[in-house]
């Protein structure tokens, strides 16, 4: 793992950098980006941050969030390219073909199963999101860290997290979390834009999963299959899926949850989230090419929902058994 000076030495001499992160992006992945594009900007340097989607609506809370735009189709004018909270290359989609060749590619992750695709590999599993990954970085180099910048790397620590809950949530998280706050996020407030300001859509999409949910294996896994019918039927964003899955894994004694969602390019896109560390998604994800976290893991499998629901609750229902 290359350390964090040898990143700041990499930049140095950049005039105009490129930051981007993943596709279908959450707050860990815009606020890194937001954040990174902050500093780097405050640096002196021009900075040109994308996202396959860009900024979509879900994230105006994001303080700057206009700065981060689409891609263009051809490489952009840049000196060295930044891929943050990304663990495979592809997962950057049409950000892809806005990269130029031959420059020196940074790859900065948290994510376990990275494939350390860049010039330059930050990968971190012990940190629960890139953004701790982040405040880590600037205090190490004596970047000071604005407010804006804090309240993006604060958003992207409390989502990763699930609000400091999760697994990998430890001391350096509270201190990362302890410093933002000491730079001028209001914690409060943010919190409610984040959590408690979901689009009625989003409840629509609920209400659905409640009512079809189904549970298997002993009633240890929980999943939710959304077809593309009802996703038409409801409106539904890509953006309303996030945090779903969370209301079925917080069944007592459910040990993994999944959802299932049909997209249009004949894939099934899958989220599947452990809630204890012995039961592993991540390693279920990679039989059908996906990958993650050992407790928040996805794939996209070609497939009817139908035959990818079987396929995949057998492999998992194998994980569970085999668990210990
Ligand atoms: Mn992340």
Redesign the pocket.
């Known amino acids: 793992m290359n350390d964090f000076n040898s990143i700041a030495d990499a930049l140095r001499d950049a005039r105009t950098v490129g930051v981007a992160s993943h596709l279908r992006p ?1 707050a ?2 815009l606020g890194s980006t937001i954040a990174f594009a902050l500093w780097l900007e405050s640096t002196g340097k021009k900075v040109i941050a994308l996202n396959e989607e860009g900024a979509t609506s879900k994230f105006r809370y994001l303080p700057r969030h206009e700065l981060v735009a689409m891609p263009p189709e051809t490489p952009i004018a840049c000196d060295a390219f930044v891929a943050l ?1 990304t663990s495979v290359k592809n997962r950057l989609g049409t950000v892809l073909k806005a990269i130029p060749k031959d420059i020196p590619l940074l790859n900065i992750d ?2 376990v199963s990275n494939e350390q695709y860049g010039s330059l590999n930050h990968v971190d599993p012990s940190a629960p ?2 953004g701790q990954i982040l405040v880590e970085f600037f205090q190490h180099i004596g970047a000071p860290i604005s407010r804006d910048m804090a309240s993006n790397l604060f958003a992207a620590i409390s989502t ?1 997290t699930g609000s400091f809950q999760y697994e990998g949530t430890n001391e350096r998280t509270f201190a990362a979390a302890s410093h933002l706050i000491s730079r001028g996020v209001d914690v409060a407030a943010l919190s409610r834009d984040m959590y408690d300001c979901h689009p009625r859509r989003r409840f629509e999409l609920l209400r659905h999963a409640l009512n079809t949910a189904e549970f298997h294996s002993g009633d240890r896994i929980a999943s939710f299959a959304l077809p593309l019918a009802v996703a038409r039927e409801l409106r539904v964003l890509p953006e309303d899926n996030e945090g779903i899955i969370d209301h079925l894994r917080a069944v007592e004694g459910v040990e993994a949850a999944v959802f299932f969602e049909e997209l249009e390019d004949g894939n099934i896109r899958v989220s599947a989230r452990s809630k204890i560390p012995e039961v592993d998604v991540c390693k279920v994800c990679r039989e059908f090419r996906g990958g993650g976290h050992k407790m928040a893991s996805g794939a996209r499998i070609p497939g009817t929902l139908d035959q990818v629901k079987r396929d995949f609750l057998k492999a998992l229902d194998h994980e569970i058994h085999n668990r210990n």
């Open positions: 959450d860990d992945a909270d948290h994510h999101a890139t990763d």
